[in-house]
């Protein structure tokens, strides 16, 4: 699902955010991405999402070269993706169900079967009762299930997320990755970067460590 | 089909609830728009009004012919005789100096004035209608005429609006000048506020390309923000013309009363209105592409 072969990020200025990554993940799987911060891990995720382009190798997602992808092609791309962020990038200009929406906005279509989907997607998360609230007047957990209920809206075969348990405490943090295992279950692909111990010990998944940029063993 | 239709519907709908929310700052940006092409369509309104009155005057060219005051019965005659006579001439018509006075009595309300006169001032007259009626036809019968024995003064009553017509030209050169300047300011004025907006939404935009959103779609608020102030610019524009023109025409009634004549000015026909809608739009959507091209480009997700 998910190949990366040889592949260099160096920024400008000659930072080596990493150095000749090669690794795959099969269709259906959940890999957690461990490492100190600064060890390349979000720039891993980004390079999946094309968010940037690696200098050399090629990154492989769904059988597409993302490396050399046109820029008009990136949406579709993305489409297919579902992206968790540890700051969760919400809008704070519109409840927490056009939040949700967003995604199948962009992707055009019937507004009733929409909103089916959205709330869905809300209760999925536990956040149905929500939908009307402003993510601002959410906790942080709640927030990043909001995040999280935007990025399988779409129903993605792919989820990426950086840090999703960042900033919560154990008991929210539990629950998110509850969540992810339900997605794991009904054979989402899931790639995962924590440096939270515990989840990598709670869940009897592969882990691929990074540091200073290079894959450990 | 019907998906991308639903897709221009909400993008629209979502823009006019934008404009909507901050209706001071929209109605200010509009505002400014409108007073901006208020002045070139209003000089056009103006200019067509004018041009329409010497048309009225061109149409049909007349050369007035006043004879000497002391032109005797045999001099009347005779120019009678070879006025009728005459190769260019259509039809006259003989305007006795009795009638001419009653007319002045009657039309200009100097009744007074003239009935403390005690000669009248007033010669007899011949109205003329060429049969060619261009301008250098019309000058060499006056010529012709002048010289004839007993004709104090032959006057083309068209020269003025052949002169009007000269100076039409020039009011419509300055208005095209003033119009081009203004259609740049109603550019720059969009282009403005477009980047306004897409500075305050630009969390939404790189979310939105986070998550799988083409530029066209990104793109297509702004350009219809832009269109849609564009097209309001337009109407406030109409409007200021047409509350300027009520205004104006007030007085103007006055005015003619005093010279015993009607003069209206008239509003902007259906077409013309509906063109400086479509012109004012276009413009409008003009601005926000070349905002929308300038600084979309920059804003990437990191």
Known sequence: MIRFNQVCKRYP???????????????????????????????LLHLVAAIERPNSGSVVVRGQNVASLRGGALPYLRRNLGLIFQDHKLLFDRSAFDNVMLPLQICGGDYRESAKRVRAALDKVGLLQREKANPIALSGGEQQRLC??????????????????????????????DIFQSFHQVGVTLLIATH?????????????????????? | MKNWLAQHARALLFTLRRLLAAPVSSALNILVIGIALSLPAGMVVLLQNVQGMAERAVDAPQISVF???????????????????????????????EQALEQIKQSTGLADVIGGLTQNPLPDAYVIYPKNTGAQAL??????????????????????????????????????????????????????????QILTRRDEIEVSKLIGATDAF?????????????????????????????????????????????????????????????????????????????????????
């Open chain 2, 218 to 302: 990104i793109r297509r608020p702004f350009l219809y923000s832009g269109m849609l102030h564009g097209l309001l610019g337009g109407a406030a524009a109409w409007l200021i013309i047409v509350t300027s023109l009520l205004l104006v025409n007030g007085n103007l009634a006055e005015l003619a009363q005093l010279y015993a004549s009607s003069l209206v000015l008239r509003p902007l026909s259906a077409g013309d209105s509906l063109a400086l809608l479509g012109f004012s739009a276009c413009l409008g959507w003009l601005g926000a592409w070349l905002s929308v091209a300038q600084h979309l480009r920059r804003i990437e997700p990191r």
């Open chain 2, 67 to 97: 004879l000497s005051m002391d032109a005797g019965r045999d001099d009347t005659a005779r120019i009678d005789r070879q006025l009728k006579q005459h190769q260019a001439i259509g039809k006259i018509e003989f305007v006795p100096r």
């Open chain 1, 148 to 177: 999280i209920a935007r990025a399988i809206v779409n129903r993605p075969s792919i989820l990426l997320a950086d840090e999703p348990t960042g900033n919560l405490d154990a008991g929210y943090a539990g629950e998110i990755m």
């Open chain 1, 13 to 43: 200025g000659g930072y080596e955010a990493l150095k000749n990554v090669t690794f795959e993940i099969a269709g259906g799987e959940m890999v957690f991405l461990a490492g100190h911060s600064g060890a390349g891990k979000s720039t």
């Open chain 2, 139 to 196: 000058e060499a019968l006056r010529d012709e005429l002048q010289k004839w024995q007993g004709i104090e003064h032959v006057q083309v009553d068209s020269a003025w609006a052949r002169k009007l017509e000269a100076l039409l030209r020039f009011g419509r050169l300055a208005t095209l000048i003033l119009g081009v300047l203004l259609g740049f300011a109603l550019v720059a004025v969009t282009f403005n506020t477009i980047r306004l």
């Open chain 1, 196 to 217: 939270d111990e515990s989840a990598l010990r709670h869940f009897a998944a592969r882990t691929l460590t990074l540091k200073h940029g290079e894959l450990q063993q």
